[in-house]
């Protein structure tokens, strides 16, 4: 009758263990020197030789040349704890015997010596599932047993083992298999069984065992079934309902190019080809993961599930995003899964997250936001806005306004939308036809920051020195396009500092009936480039009252 892989080669000595180092360790030396505890819990993810190791423990303790750490495998006593018929061997489920009933049952088992080994052991499956009164009614046999007795609980939830069986026992916890170990072990039963098997094949049933030689193995075995003794990754895929990375390299395609429709036919494809659509998000995430240590590694890693082929792709992909990017890639991928496994419309909630991907990709760092606050000469040419605001043409509406009021109200103050300034007569010349470029273009704002500034040519390049608050609207492309217009190629060079020469501030003609000192705060009310920027915002605005917060 054929016996499945799993139980195949399954591990009768400790030598045969891997992944387990630290357990095997302890009991070896446990046994070698006569210190065996009479009560063990092991703990850890399923698959990971628990109750294996569980039974060979009862091997090494009750074979006829023991206690021993290589039990001969042939006497009687090895033999049947291996079929699971030794008399002395109890293997209980505590998920269909979690009761008190059946602990008292086992509480009047233990009185009695066994009836052929050294050692009476009792293999505890799933302990955790064992009710409070029940491990109540166990805790002083555990606590208290005969010399005979060893108790060993196993259990993937250690954190519901109540702390005063804990403590009464020694604790091993049991890791996940090593992806480099597990895909030899599969390697070498492929071997023994003749089945020809790539590493690229070996890697998929490896992933597909997240950890568990059990869960692996047991893929190996439907792989076989499916594709006779030759594995092809590609059926296995198909299969195991696994996506490769070809298949998720189509959205870091998508990132790259910024490519929002290709997403949406992304999730199309999903849904025409029947995938499920929550599993396909969780390997996007697993996958932006190892992503993201690929990039942060820097070359093959044991830290990616993965084979070298799979992992040199990885790299070349990560290499186009920075650790920040996959980072936000990442979380937005989790929140995504997290949002499907409620949703009731899990292809919406698939495509809005994948489109947040896009999105996210266009943020700038943050240390490249604060350099553009500087001014462009100090960092990289500035980065396409996100949005745009619609520009105007013609004088703005500040400078109407003014042109209005000095017209109505004879002043011996000069109202000047564009101040004049003590500066050389060339470089005056050259500002102004720079800002009268820049109004005929429709950028008021960058028109009003170069009248603020000293501009200067020499040697084929246009210099202007700006006060920071009028470096954001100092774009090199809107500077480039007024040179164009006024019949001049040259390079552009711009400089965050105090002009040698400032210019003076438009100021308002004084309005009837206000003292000195109100038409002085109005004037420099009305300088300050934030208020111009709300007056050309808003047209039809009025100024009611100038309060001194200073003072108040």
């Known amino acids: 009758m054929y016996q499945v892989i799993a139980r195949k080669y399954r591990p009768a000595k ?55 750490i290589e039990p001969c495998g042939v006497c009687a006593s090895c033999k049947e704890i291996a079929g699971g018929s030794s008399p002395d061997v109890i293997e209980i489920d505590a998920a269909s015997n979690r009761g008190i009933n059946e602990m ?5 088992n233990v009185r009695y010596r066994p009836a052929r080994d050294r050692y009476k052991v ?21 606590e208290e047993p005969p010399e005979w007795v060893i108790f060993i609980l196993c259990t993937t939830e250690s954190h519901k083992i109540p702390t005063t069986i804990a403590s009464r026992c020694q604790q091993f916890s049991f890791r996940s298999v090593d992806f480099a170990e597990l895909v030899a072990r599969m390697k070498w039963i492929c071997e023994q069984e003749g089945i020809q098997a790539d590493d690229e ?79 396909f998000c969780r390997e996007l995430a697993r996958y932006f993961r190892n992503l993201l240590v690929a990039r942060i590694s820097g070359g093959e890693t044991r830290l990616i599930g993965a084979s070298s082929g799979e992992q040199a792709r990885m790299r070349d992909i990560a290499a186009k995003f920075s650790e920040e990017d996959l980072t936000r890639f990442l979380q937005l991928t989790l929140d995504t899964f997290k949002d499907l496994q409620v949703s009731l419309q899990p292809r919406l909630h698939l495509e809005l997250g994948l489109l947040k991907l896009i999105h996210a990709s266009r943020l700038l760092p943050i240390e490249e936001a604060l350099a553009n606050l500087e001014g462009p000469a100090k960092s990289a040419p500035p980065p396409k806005p996100t949005a745009t605001l619609r520009e105007r043409s013609g004088p703005s509406p500040f400078q109407r ?19 004049a300034a003590p500066a050389a007569s060339g470089s005056k010349d050259l500002r102004d036809a720079v800002a009268a470029a820049l109004v005929e273009l429709g950028m008021n704002y960058t028109a009003d920051a170069v009248q603020h500034s000293d501009v200067s040519e020499q040697g084929g390049e246009v210099a202007f020195v700006t006060p920071k608050r009028y470096s954001l609207a100092m774009s090199q492309a809107d500077l480039a396009k007024a040179l164009q217009t006024i019949g001049k190629a040259a390079r552009i060079k711009v400089t965050i500092g105090e002009p040698a020469s400032a210019p003076a501030s438009p100021v308002p ?21 934030s208020v111009q920027r709300v007056r050309e915002l808003f047209p039809d605005a009025q100024i009611r009252a100038i309060r001194s917060l200073k003072t108040e």
Do not use: W
Request: hydrophobic share 40%; charged share 20%; net charge negative.
């Open 14 to 68: 400790f030598d045969e263990l891997i992944s387990q180092e630290h357990v095997r360790t302890t009991l070896e030396n446990a046994i070698t020197q006569q210190r065996i505890a009479h009560g063990y819990i092991f703990s850890g993810q399923r698959g990971t030789g628990k109750t294996t190791v569980a039974r060979i423990v009862a091997r090494c303790l009750n074979c006829i040349n023991g206690p021993t």
């Open 104 to 108: 008292r049952e086992l509480r009047e």
């Open 122 to 142: 009792f293999i505890v499956d799933e302990a955790h599932q064992i009710t409070n009164e029940a491990f109540n009614a166990l805790l002083k046999t555990l």
């Open 201 to 279: 094949s070996l890697a998929v049933l490896a992933q597909a065992g997240e950890g568990s030689v059990r869960d692996s193995l047991s893929a190996l075995d439907q792989a076989i079934a499916c594709c006779g003794n030759v594995l092809n990754a590609n059926e296995l895929r198909g299969l195991l309902g696994r996506f490769g990375i070809e298949a998720l390299a189509t959205v870091t395609e998508a990132l790259e190019a910024g490519d929002g429709n290709r997403m949406l036919a992304i999730v199309q494809e999903l849904e025409a080809n029947g995938q499920n659509l929550q599993h």
């Open 401 to 419: 306004d003014a042109e209005r009021k000095a017209q109505a109200t004879p002043s011996p103050v000069a109202v000047s939308t564009v101040p």
């Open 509 to 529: 003609a004084p309005s009837a009936g206000k003292s000195s000192k109100e038409e002085d705060a109005e004037a420099r009310a009305l300088a300050d480039p």
